[in-house]
């Protein structure tokens, strides 16, 4: 969350920017930044881990040493956490961060570059929110944990996320090779399994 009040008077000026930063989901790691600032240059700064004022300039540690001498100006800054920062939040996850958008996954057959395996196998998944994800291969129902390489949760840029996982392997005969797919949007994962038996035109699998 970003506020900003600026004024200005005789070339002067004054603006305060207030910053709300959390990395959890419960908000419980809340930390506000307020700083005030003059021609661009912080001069007070409150920081809430701090829970009092600094100072940066002659000017700026007078004033941060007069607002901590008094305990309703230090409790009300304080209180921001909670009154400002933790409710804003609280209202933009519920609108935002708690909507889930499904990912539509796709297994596909690439031509491996080099490596110890013959052939490689590559499972996407596309336009999913939020961008915590879990992709897994299995082979004949276990999960495979060596060969695999995936991307990170790669941003589109427009809210939406993807992802994108490679198997190496050797194809042995009635083997099953399975991809995984796991999201808050789904009620339960999406598993497609690869079948080479089938057509060029037919292996490419798209699961919505």
Known sequence: MLSAFTGAANGYYYSRWAKCFHGSRDFSDMVMVDNYIFNKDVHIQFNSTVGEFVGYTAHGVYNAELYNKDPNILQQERAEVERVCK???KNRQSAIADKTVPPKVKLSSVNPAGGRHPAVLVCSAYRFYPHWIKVSWMRNGEVVKTDVTST?????GDWYYQIHS???YTPKSGEKISCAVDHAGLTKPIIIDWD?????????????
């Open 166 to 168: 490679h198997l190496e």
């Open 196 to 208: 080479p038996s089938l057509p060029e035109s037919e292996r490419n699998k798209i699961a919505i």
């Open 87 to 89: 409710h804003n939040a």
């Open 152 to 156: 990170e949760e790669m941003p589109n």
